[in-house]
Each structure stands twice: as C-alpha cells, then as structure tokens.
C-alpha cells in the first residue's frame, strides 16, 4: 500500500559494473509497475491528504510526457479519485503512450498554451480550476510542495552508506532536496537536470531545503548540479 510505513518497504539494491567500478542501483522503481520510484514517495503525503479532507478531485501539471501526471493518474485510480491533469502543449500529443495511460486510468485532461501554462499557479487560472472542480486537491509540477518534499525526505532512509557519490536526475530538484534534507553528510550528491537548469537550481534547491530543514544547516557543499 502506498501509505505503509516507511521502514516496511524494501528497496533492492542492484550492483553492476562499469569500467571495473561497482556501482549500485538503487531501485525504487520496483515499488510500483505505475507509481514506483520517487513518485511513490512524493504522491503518498498528498493523496493521504486529498483523502483526509475529502476531496474527491486531485489536479497536477505537467508536459506531454510527463512521469508525474502517468504516476498520478495510477494512484488516482487505484484510490477513487478522479485525476486532471493539465498538460503544457496542444491536443496533437493525444496519441503518445504516455497520455494514452493517463486517459485509460480515467484522467481528465486540459491542454495549455506554453504562455498560458506559464501562468498556471496564478490565482486567476487556479480559480477557474476551482470553478470547474470545486472539491479539487492541486499538486505542483511534480509533487513540488510540502508533502512531496516530506515524502521524498523519506528515500533518504534506503541510501547505503557505504556509498561515497549518489547521483539524482532532476525535474522541479524536490527530489533531491528531500534526499539531501536526511542524507549522512559523507556522501556527496550529483543532481543530473532533465533541463537546462544550472543558473536556477541551486536557489530552488536552496529554498526546497530551507522549508525541510529547521536548524538552519547549509548543505550546499554536499551537491553539484551537472552541466
């Protein structure tokens, strides 16, 4: 179940050799065939909270391709909610697997302009979501606010220590930053951007681990961001 207890799951650990260097997979994959990985994390504090309040809608955003709103749709599904998914792009990418899933798992889909998706988080269009769905639960891109940092704070806790770099691909930085907020202080982090990112990441980061962390710590030193 998506809300079991953190220390009741079990996270194989692959290892495999490149160049005569072990290196270890961390297969949070495995969790789940539709909602594994760090979505399963991210999800699980706002479903639990869409549920708690009642909601019967859950919203989120993303591009045509996106493995959040495919996650999202699974979960909705398996939990009786009716999943949106507002997608940044026009109706043409209908047709690519991803999207097709999602309308298989019953999402309901919204194109946007890239202009319009631009201004998705202002209050004026998140009115008219609220309009449309009054009893609606919004998530960010990606399960970028507080219940998904918390959940991916968790993922930290499956990390061998014996591992000395870990590296991180990268869409909105929630995940690593929640993986950093708990991670031992010997192991040096390397974020891999889906995006051109560097001039921005490490504020966002900064801001993401600000809202985790209560003593202040700067952990700056801890992560590169690859260019």
Not at 43 to 58: G, H, P
Not at 136 to 154: M, Q
């Amino acid at each position: 179940s998506l809300f079991d207890k953190p220390d009741a799951l079990k996270v194989p650990v692959h290892t495999i050799t490149m160049h005569q260097h072990p290196i270890q997979l961390i297969r949070f994959d495995l969790l789940h065939p539709e909602y594994g990985g760090n979505k399963w994390f991210k999800l699980k504090y706002n479903l639990q909270k869409a549920l708690s309040e009642r909601r019967k809608t859950v919203i989120s955003f993303g591009g045509p391709y996106s493995n959040h709103l495919y996650a999202l749709a699974a979960v909705c599904r398996d939990y009786d909610l009716q999943a949106v998914g507002v997608i940044r792009g026009d109706a043409h990418y209908l047709s690519n697997e991803c999207l097709n899933f999602c309308r298989s798992a019953g999402m309901a889909l919204q194109f946007l302009s890239k202009t319009d998706y631009a201004q998705r988080m202002h209050s004026e269009f998140l009115n008219t979501l609220y309009a449309r769905y009054p009893d609606a639960y919004i998530i960010p891109d990606g399960g970028d606010n507080d219940e998904g940092l918390k959940g991916a704070s968790e993922m930290s806790m499956y990390i061998p220590e014996n591992l000395t770099q870990l590296f991180i691909s990268c869409g909105t930085f929630a995940t690593i930053s929640g993986i950093l907020s708990k991670l031992s202080h010997h192991i040096s982090v390397w974020g891999i951007p889906v995006l051109k990112a560097e001039s921005w990441a490490a504020e966002v980061i900064h801001q993401q681990l600000q809202r985790l962390l209560k003593d202040g710590r700067d952990r700056s030193a801890q992560y590169q961001i690859a260019t």
